[in-house]
């Protein structure tokens, strides 16, 4: 059942914990504890949002689900970011399929709460755009990633994402559920894994996988979970220091590039 917060606990969420003061003061009385479970399902595909979900330890999977029912995974969000601030900034329905990816807390806020303090204040308008373009940029990378590299690469930067979120190196997935996540088919999954494991990068064993070499991991994926990575690390920044180095090019329409 849900119960009411105390502030130690509340800011283990680095989106939360980045809200201006007089925001985190109306949103903490109303924010709720929620414990998932693997495989529970947050919201279907064009369901309707009553709350966003701040992970502290659980990692949610956002799916996209295909017309015969086959879904694959787009994005995951973990103790950095949350599910729900698209339905706060915008509308209440949910695009896409949300499935708990690991287990563990969770913290919930009235979806109406949310859209207050985004129209009110413009240092959340800030934030939660900036997040929502950081989501949406791993989106982008992930139908690249995809589309492009092998399925030994792919699982090698989804563990890594995984291991970054978990906090731990003891995973609990199966190659069913990896072929699932990953739009690949079983005999692939089980291959890459047996030659991951054959490599020293990973062990297996009943279900649960363990990360060996992090080093030689990173190595032997592919550039999306570097990139994806640091448009992460850096979301929380103000939007000058973000905006250093990456703004070449881009000028208004009939403005000088020499300027």
């Not at 995809?146 to 190659?175: I, S, V």
């Not at 990173?218 to 570097?226: G, L, Q, R, V």
Request: glycine content about 6%; some cysteine; overall charge neutral.
């Amino acid at each position: 059942m849900p119960k009411a917060q105390t502030d130690h606990e509340v800011w283990t969420n680095q989106l939360l914990g980045a809200l201006e003061p007089a925001s985190r003061k109306r949103i903490d009385p109303h924010l709720e504890a929620v414990e998932f479970t693997l495989g529970e399902m947050v919201c279907d595909a064009g369901g309707l949002l009553k709350h966003a979900y701040f992970p502290q330890g659980s990692v949610l999977s956002l799916l996209t689900v295909l017309e015969n029912g086959a879904a694959i995974e787009t994005a995951n969000i973990g103790r950095e970011g949350a599910f729900g601030l698209f339905a706060a900034m915008y509308s209440r329905v949910s695009f896409n399929r949300c499935l708990v990816q690991l287990e563990g807390h969770a913290v919930r806020c009235p979806i109406q709460l949310l859209q207050y303090e985004f129209k009110k204040s413009e240092h959340v308008r800030d934030l939660f755009v900036s997040y929502s373009e950081t989501l949406l940029s791993q989106i982008q990378q992930t139908v690249a990633c995809n589309a492009m590299h092998t399925t030994e690469e792919r699982m090698c930067r989804w563990l890594l994402m995984m291991h970054d979120r978990a906090g731990k190196e003891a995973l609990p997935y199966t190659h069913e559920f990896l072929s699932h996540i990953l739009g690949a088919n079983r005999k692939s999954v089980t291959l890459a894994a047996q030659s991951m494991q054959n490599a020293g990068l990973i062990s297996y064993h009943r279900g649960r996988m363990q990360v060996l070499d992090r080093a030689g991991l990173e190595k032997a994926s592919c550039e999306c979970y570097a990139v994806v990575k640091q448009r992460f690390d850096a979301f929380l920044k103000p939007p000058a220091t973000a905006a250093q180095g990456h703004n070449r090019g881009r000028h208004k329409s009939g403005a000088d590039p020499t300027d």
